[in-house]
């Protein structure tokens, strides 16, 4: 094992891909010689060169549409578009062409292509620079969407994505990059569609996914020293999503919580919970709590009023086991 | 160049001949309603897909519009299978799921219809992006109209193309008629040629004149073939009908529509043929007839072909 910091590791995830496979190249602005503005690709330039590590103008709608035309044609792009905010001036290329490409052709193609993203507040980039957009892509047949929370998972679920024959969508964090962590030294890789228990418990489940792992093991931590104990499950990926890993753990605790950053209207809580209640149930014992950030743009100043954290996952447990039907 | 020979002269006036048939048969059966949804048919520009197409192989790409069956047909696609998808059918070319507006035959390299206003433009960059990158030699040819160009991904696609001097022809059908809005509302520009030279890229307009276009495409196919980077051509074509079958084109005066009329590409071609013996009159109705009798088979085929079934709706959503 070694200690990876997160931006890292998914440069190490592209590296090994692009070593591994010729039809691997890395789309975006400022990826070349600058190393990406987060410096996911520094020193990929270098090695692949500029056919390889192609360095894009400022143009999100063109270079979504030519990823998705290499990638109908025998490349397996990377696309990175450099803040998940910037993903709104692609919408045509990933939701009507992308999504669409294999199914409307009667799959004639498949579009083997990676799209990845930094999302997330916590750096106080301000409304234009710190969305969580994951739900918008979830809502939409043919695209699948990963959103790692870890240096383990964010390495092994890109090179997992690289691989796919499908659309894949990587909504990475940008206040996890420099998170650290431990690794493999060799090669792995983490499954698209299944979830992990990043904690299991008996007491209640806390659906979580990215950023809002780590605020749901802290209140973990908390309601242990108070006798809750809480199961954590990393969804990983959000479409499509691991029923049976969260029916199971409802199956258990029969309480369940969802935490995502994203604001809490129509995200993929929404979703979750309205599967449980479709499908299991009888199995629930109290009503199922969503956290999530309020229904306003991310404020630059007001950022930690704005962001849920591991205090709202302890009060939402509470309200669980209190609120018995 | 060299001028064409009899044959190709020969090849060229019948393909747009049976693009014209087959829009006029389409627009029949689409208003006894034998085809759903909406169809765009692009009766008066069919000298610009043949003379395009003409140049290219069949594993060179080629992207095109929501009115985009010429293209289709100009790049080789089976006129039966073509029929069927347009009824839906399950044997068509996208098993039904895309009809007129996404026709896809990647065996032709015809990459995909697309039913967004210059959706096509950067999928076809990324075609040529890929051929470049593999080094196939492969050319790809983007057809669109001249609403597109007024898109941001025309712009940016161009922009790119010229930067990485990609094997691509962008090929420009300016028909006047924006949907529903001529070109004078929506541009301060009357050749959409001139936008290339901000690109600094080669831009040529040419007439809807199937000789010049058949030349112009040419030296263009020929510059990408060679590595010697994109061209924006366009060509001033017509549009007779609507922006779709149905649309009385209450907006637009008659006589835009009787000029339009007089501008016939094939009724001028067919002339020039006769004229200089290339042709006869009995073998232009003999034409005439062999192509009538293949739509007719077509369109049976179509009618006689099943549709898919219910339970095959999920199928393939992912590979």
């Given at each position: 094992m070694k200690e990876i910091r997160y931006i890292r590791a998914i440069n190490e995830a592209m590296k090994e891909e692009m070593e591994r496979d010729e039809n691997v190249i890395l789309i975006g602005e400022d990826v070349g010689v600058p190393g990406g503005s987060f410096g996911a690709s520094r020193g990929l330039y270098d090695l692949f060169g500029p056919e390889r590590v192609v360095d894009t103008p400022i143009s999100e709608a063109a270079i979504t549409g030519l990823a998705a035309g290499a990638a109908a044609c025998g490349l397996r792009p990377i696309l990175e578009i450099m803040f998940m905010d910037f993903m709104a001036v692609c919408m045509d290329g990933i939701v009507n062409q992308i999504a669409k490409m294999r199914y409307m052709f009667g799959s004639q193609n498949t579009v083997p292509i990676v799209i990845r993203t930094p999302s997330g507040a916590g750096l106080n980039a301000g409304p234009q620079h710190s969305q969580s957009l994951e739900a918008w892509f979830a809502h939409v047949p043919g695209l699948k969407v990963v959103m790692p929370g870890t240096p383990y998972d964010v390495k092994g679920l890109i090179k997992s994505a690289v691989r796919d024959d499908n659309p894949v969508i990587v909504v990475e964090h940008k206040a996890l990059h420099a998170l650290k962590g431990s690794i493999p030294e060799e090669e792995y890789l983490v499954p698209i569609g299944k979830a992990d228990v990043k904690k299991e418990g008996a007491d209640v489940t806390v659906v979580t996914v990215s950023k809002m792992v780590h605020e749901s093991l802290k209140a973990a931590e908390v309601l242990a020293q108070e006798g809750i104990n809480v199961e954590v499950i990393d969804l990983l990926t959000i479409s499509p999503w691991d029923r049976e890993t969260v029916f199971s753990s409802v199956g258990k605790t029969h309480r369940l919580v969802i935490a995502h950053?994203?604001?809490?209207?129509?995200?993929?809580g929404a979703e979750i919970s309205a599967a449980v209640c479709e499908e299991?149930?009888?199995?629930?014992d109290a009503p199922v709590m969503r956290v999530g950030a309020p229904y306003v743009p991310v404020p630059f100043s007001l950022e930690k009023a704005y962001l849920p954290n591991y205090g709202d996952i302890i009060a939402a447990v509470k309200k669980t086991l209190e609120r018995t039907f | 160049m060299r001028k064409p020979a009899k044959k190709k002269l020969i090849q060229l006036y019948e393909r747009m001949v049976i693009i014209r048939k087959v829009e006029e048969r389409l627009m029949e059966v689409f208003s006894k309603g034998e085809i759903p949804g909406f169809i765009h048919v692009c009766i008066g520009q069919e000298a610009t897909p043949v003379a395009v197409c003409s140049w290219l192989k069949d594993s060179d790409y080629m992207s095109n519009t929501h009115r985009g069956h010429g293209h289709a047909l100009a790049k080789g696609i089976d006129l039966n299978l073509f029929m069927a998808e347009l009824f839906g059918k399950k044997n068509g070319f996208c098993r039904g799921r895309s009809?007129?507006?996404h026709l896809a035959d990647r065996n032709l390299g015809i990459l995909g219809a697309n039913g967004i206003v210059g959706g096509g433009i950067p999928i076809a960059t990324g075609a040529a992006f890929a051929a470049s990158y593999k080094k196939t030699g492969q050319v790809t040819v983007c057809f669109f109209g001249e609403g597109a160009t007024n898109e941001g991904t025309f712009h940016e696609s161009l922009n790119i193309a010229s930067l990485r001097k990609l094997p691509i022809v962008y090929v420009c059908e300016n028909n006047g008629w924006a949907e529903f809005t001529s070109q004078a509302v929506h541009m301060?520009?009357?050749?959409?040629?001139?936008?290339?030279s901000a690109y600094n890229m080669t831009g040529t307009t040419v007439s809807n004149k199937v000789l010049d276009i058949y030349k112009a495409a040419g030296e263009a196919i020929g510059r990408a073939r060679k590595g010697e980077g994109p061209t924006l051509l366009e060509v001033k074509s017509t549009r007779w009908h609507g922006h779709f079958v149905g649309d009385a084109q209450k907006y637009r005066p008659e006589e835009d529509v009787k000029t339009a009329k007089q501008q016939d590409c094939i009724a001028d071609f067919e002339k020039k043929l006769v004229k200089e013996k290339v042709l006869s009159k009995t073998e232009v109705r003999k034409m005439g007839e062999s192509v009538h009798k293949r739509i007719e088979t077509a369109v049976e085929f179509a009618r006689e072909s099943p549709f898919p079934d219910a339970s095959e709706l999920m199928d393939d959503l992912y590979a």
């Open positions: 950053e994203a604001v809490k209207s129509f995200g993929i299991i149930m009888d199995e629930l | 009809g007129s507006m301060p520009i009357r050749d959409v040629a001139d936008r290339a």
